[in-house]
């Protein structure tokens, strides 16, 4: 599975908890007018947050054989 679609995963994921924690504790669902807005960030954050983590991954020694090799 590709990190960008598990960042998004996570953030929506997330951000659903958030908003259940937030109508249960506030005794309302008044606080669901916010979920097409949170989702939509969610999609660009969770997906910025895998492809960071993707590049990353990519980039350490550890992942590259030739550096690898030579250790």
């Not at 590709?2 to 659903?16: D, E, K, M, Y």
């Not at 908890?17 to 008044?30: E, K, P, R, V």
């Amino acid at each position: 599975m590709p990190l960008a679609l598990l960042g998004v995963a996570g953030a929506l994921s997330h951000n659903a908890g958030q908003l259940l924690a937030a109508a249960f504790w506030l005794g309302t669902l008044d606080v669901f007018y916010y979920a097409p807005m949170l989702f939509s960030l969610a999609l660009l954050t969770g997906a910025s947050t895998g492809f960071l983590a993707q590049e990353v991954l990519r980039r350490l020694p550890w992942r590259n054989k030739k550096i690898s090799q030579k250790l």
